[in-house]
Structures are given as C-alpha cells and as structure tokens.
C-alpha cells in the first residue's frame, strides 16, 4: 500500500466518523429561514414585478438564453411556493424534497437576468445544493420523535466550512489591488454618500474620510483572510465570530447588499463543535436531547463519493482566478468577474448610447438603451461590456424585424472604475452586431485608463486638509 493511498483511506475513515448533527440542523433552520425571508421580501417590496414581470426585455447569462419568465401570476406563484419551501426545510419537513425544490426554482430566478446577478445568490444557491445532497433534516424537525435523531459523518461539516471559507478567502484576494488597499477605494466613494448617518456620519466627511476609507478598507481584507483560519482553532473561534457579527451588522447598514451578511454569519456557526445547539441547549435547561455520535451516518465519504466533492470544491477554488487569464483589469473589462466572490470591490458608472445604420440610410441612427431597459437594467448594462454587447444584438434584431438589411450596431460606451474619470470602454468603430459573445478574450474592449482615482490622489488630500 503507498503512502498516498494509506493518507486518502485516513481521510476517508475521518471523514466517515459520527459526529452530532445538531449544528448541521441549525444550519438547515437558518438556511430554510433565509429562503423564506428571501422569497417574502421580494414579493413584498414588489421586485416579482419590477425585475422580472414589466421589463420587455432580460440581459442573459452567456448560454441561457433561452430561459425566460414566467407570466405575472406564475412567477408570483413561483415566489409563494418558494417561500413555502423554505418553511419546510426550516421545519425539517421532506427536507430533502423541499431543497431540491427551492434550489431548482431559486436558480431559475437568478437564470432570468444578469442585471439581478448578486454574489450571495450564488453562494445560497451553493449551500443549497448541500443541503439536498448531504442528511440535514434528522435533528430539530418537527417528525425528530418519530423517526431518531442521527448522526451525520465529519466530512459533511470539513465541506460546508470549506464552502463558506472559499468565499472569504476569494473575497480577500480580489482586495489585493492598490485601489482597496493604497487608495481606499470604492469605499472612499460610499462612505462619503453615507455622512448622514447618526454617530458615525462624521467621520464620512473630509478630513477623515480617506484615512477612515483605508482602514476600512485593511480592516476587510483582513478579515475575510483571516475568518476562515480563526474560526477552525478552537481558541479564537468565539472571538472571531463576534468580530464577523460586528464586521457583517456594519457592512449591512452601511451598504445595500441583501441578506449575505446573514448567510455569511449562519455559514460561520458550522465551524463550531458539532454539538455546540446541545450544549447550549443543556446550560439553558431548555433542551437537552441524548448524544447521537454513537448512531451510525446515513451517508458514508466512500471514494466516488468523496471524489466527487473534492473535484466540486476545487472548480470551486480555481474558477474564481479565470480573470487573471485575462490579463488588466478585470473590474474594467469584467471577463471573468462573476461567480469570483468580488464583493464590493468596485463602484463603476457608465453612459451608453447606440449608432445604428443600415443599407441606404446614409446617416447614424442614436438609440438610447432606456428604449429597451428599464433604468434598473441600463445602469447595471452600462458598465459591463457583455451586456452591452449583448442589447447591441437585441438592437441589431430588433431592426432586422422591421425589414432593414445589413445593420451595423456601433456604441459610444463611457465607464469611470472607482473614481476614476469617465474613458472609453468599448471600441466605437467595431460593428457589435458582428461580434460574438464567448470565452475569448475579447479584442473589442478597450484598455482601462491608466492613473490612480482621482478622488484619492495625494495631492487632492493635501488640499482638502488645508481648507
């Protein structure tokens, strides 16, 4: 036997043990919670209708493009029945059923339109496809009594904690850049729209806010580089999860960005001991449920089994550095930018207008994009050449229908990154109607300015501090 072979038996036998699925159910509590409050909110705040239902056109994902809505009451049944479901796999009720259900349904929403793409809908619909693979639904459901508690193998907490340490890890990364870590940006830009905020507003305004922006700014990438190592030893775990409630409850008063901070905070409780519920359950007398590491896991790490979730968690841990491949910037050209955990990493504002022309018409037609989107869809359009590009063939079709032969689409796209004067972003003498969308670098990007933001030059800071 060689050593390789004894190493991955070890890893196997580890992997396999029993351990408490008690944290796991938690987990699975919170996760169903988020999956209803996720579904209740959107059909509240009216997003069912403003993001998928009334706009005439959708931006899709490279290759989807054939996934369209619903109509109005069936995407509104969609969201009920998601809603329902994430009740039922926080009840633990056909947890497994009700997660595929969810996931199924859930990652068709997020299919419809690229202009809705958010990190944490990503990551939810990744913890979701675990909660269906893996025993989650045999602790604290609602049919606990009658059919036993049971224990899940160790392997399934080493792959959640690897899921969510993957996030910060990548989130780290995609900070080392000398906008976030020497110029404080994009956080210099926010912060400074957030001065109105009680207490802490003051420290938005000049003199403060670059040397507040840069803190900020160490004190994130810090953090997401650190979370997953700090939460795996035993000794710091408590305290770094105090400073991830403390750094998430900040991150989302000052910004608009969902729920992520609470899926990342019910991430983090899988780090802690497999039976930590119990133990808190025992301290408060109010729940004390007999030990289950000594029942037999329903799912065991064999080696296809196991096979399969390394392979799953190492796309995981390589896709997100496709962007290098590149080369520049990739908040600029945006090659390679979803699905790379780049949270906040970029405050990017654009400016499109279309020159269409066709056979026999001798001048340039000017289309505006608001002719085709709504103002939610041009603003996430204006930025990201992909979708340019893509409402540049919507365009070209779209004229082709009233009866025009030979179209030429050509755009006058404007982008400023991060503070940064407003440049070119795509090139205006390329025809878009003959290009096509792919994996390719493409050609038709122009290259990001060069210079520092403007907002954050040193010179500028000077002269703000001596006003």
């Known amino acids: 036997m060689s050593a390789a072979e004894s190493l991955v038996q070890r890893l196997q036998r580890r992997a396999s043990e029993p351990v408490s699925g008690s944290s796991l159910a938690v987990f699975r509590v919170l996760y169903g919670l988020l999956a209803f409050t996720s579904a209740s909110r959107a059909l509240a705040m009216g997003w069912v209708d ?154 938005f305004t000049d003199p403060w806010l670059p040397w507040v922006a840069l803190m900020a700014g160490w004190a994130g990438f810090l953090n997401d580089l650190l979370a997953p190592l700090l939460l795996s030893a035993r000794r710091t775990r408590r305290w770094m999860f105090a400073v991830l409630v403390f750094f998430h409850g900040a991150t989302s008063v000052l910004f608009d960005i969902g729920l992520f901070p609470l899926i990342m905070l019910s991430g983090a409780t899988l780090y802690f001991a497999p039976d930590w519920p119990e133990r808190l359950g025992r301290r408060w007398r109010r729940w004390s449920p007999s030990p289950s590491t000594g029942a037999t896991p329903s799912f065991r790490f064999g080696a296809i089994p196991m096979a399969l979730v390394v392979g799953f968690l190492a796309v995981q841990a390589v896709l997100p550095l496709r962007a290098h491949l590149y080369g520049g910037n990739v908040l600029w050209h945006e090659q390679g930018m979803r699905f790379s955990w780049r949270v906040l990493c970029r405050a990017k504002a654009g400016s499109v207008s279309y020159r269409v022309r066709w056979d026999g018409h001798a001048r340039d037609l000017h289309v505006s994009p608001g002719s085709y989107l709504d103002r939610r869809q041009e603003s996430e359009m204006a930025g990201q050449p992909d979708l340019i590009l893509q409402l540049a063939h919507h365009i070209a079709a779209d004229f082709r229908s009233r009866g025009h032969r030979g179209v030429e689409v050509r755009v006058d796209a404007l982008a400023s990154l991060n503070g940064r004067p407003m440049a070119r972003l795509v090139d205006p003498d390329v025809d878009l109607a003959r290009v096509r969308d792919g994996f390719a670098p493409a050609s038709w990007i122009l290259p990001e300015p060069p210079g520092p933001p403007l907002r954050m030059r040193p010179e500028r800071l000077v002269a703000r501090t001596n006003r």
Do not use: C
Not at 153 to 172: E, K, S
Not at 173 to 185: I, N, R
Not at 189 to 196: E, H, K, L, S, V
């Open 50 to 203: 403003q993001f998928w239902v009334r706009p005439e056109v959708h931006l899709h994902y490279f290759g989807f493009e054939f996934v369209e809505p619903l109509s109005g009451p069936l995407m509104h049944g969609l969201f009920v029945a998601m809603a329902g479901l994430g009740l039922a796999i926080a009840a633990g009720l056909f947890t497994r059923w009700a997660a595929a259900l969810h996931l199924v349904a859930f990652t068709y929403v997020e299919l419809l339109d690229v202009s809705t793409y958010l990190n944490h809908y990503v990551l939810f619909s990744l913890l979701g496809f675990w909660v269906v693979v893996f025993p989650t639904g045999a602790a604290l459901s609602l049919d606990a009594r009658r059919r036993g508690r049971r224990a899940i193998p160790r392997g399934v907490l080493w792959v959640l904690r690897t899921q969510v340490g993957l996030v910060y890890v990548h989130a780290a990364l995609a900070k080392v850049s000398a906008d976030w870590l020497l110029h404080g940006q994009p956080l210099g830009i926010w912060f400074g729209a957030r001065a109105d905020l009680p207490l802490v507003g003051g420290l």
